[in-house]
C-alpha cells in the first residue's frame, strides 16, 4: 500500500488542523494505520493509531484528550484531527500502515508498519 499524508500547516497555539492520509490499493481495510511525528533533534514518536475498525485506537498521552484519529475505508483515508494544538506539537508528521495491531507496543517499536508515507509538516507558533 502507497502512503500519502497532507493537511499539515501553520497555526496558532490552540488552533486545529486536520491531517489525512490516503492510502492507494483495494486492501486498506487489512491495514492497521499509525501516525508518527518527528520533531528537529528528536526521535521518531508514535502520536495515534487506529485498527480495523474505529473501536480499537491509541493515543500517546500528551494527545489523548486533543487529536482524535479515524478512518474511511470507502475511501482509503484515515484521519487526525488535532484539536488545541500546541508548540510543542511542532513536527513532521508521518503515516504509516502495517499488517499488525495497534497498540503501545507496536507504536514504539513500529512492528509490522512496513509503508511509510512522506511525511506533512506541522508548526505551532506560540
Known amino acids: 500500500v502507497q502512503l500519502q499524508a497532507s493537511g499539515g500547516g501553520l497555526v496558532q497555539a490552540g488552533g486545529s488542523l486536520r491531517l489525512s492520509c490516503e492510502a492507494s490499493?483495494?486492501?486498506?481495510?487489512?491495514?492497521?494505520i499509525g501516525w508518527f511525528r518527528e520533531a528537529p533533534g528528536k526521535e521518531r514518536e508514535g502520536v495515534s493509531c487506529?485498527?480495523?475498525?474505529?473501536?480499537?485506537?491509541w493515543y500517546e498521552d500528551s494527545v489523548k484528550d486533543r487529536f482524535r484519529i479515524s478512518r474511511d475505508n470507502a475511501k482509503n483515508t484515515v484521519l487526525l484531527q488535532m484539536n488545541n494544538l500546541k508548540p510543542e506539537d511542532t513536527a513532521v508528521y508521518y503515516c504509516?500502515?502495517?499488517?499488525?495491531?495497534?497498540?503501545?507496543?507496536?507504536?514504539?517499536?513500529?512492528?509490522?508498519?512496513?509503508?511509510w508515507g512522506r511525511g506533512t509538516q506541522v508548526t505551532v507558533s506560540s
Open positions: 490499493g483495494s486492501t486498506f481495510h487489512w491495514y492497521v
Open positions: 487506529i485498527g480495523l475498525s474505529e473501536g480499537s485506537t
Open positions: 504509516a500502515a502495517g499488517i499488525t495491531s495497534c497498540d503501545y507496543d507496536v507504536m514504539q517499536a513500529r512492528y509490522g508498519l512496513d509503508s
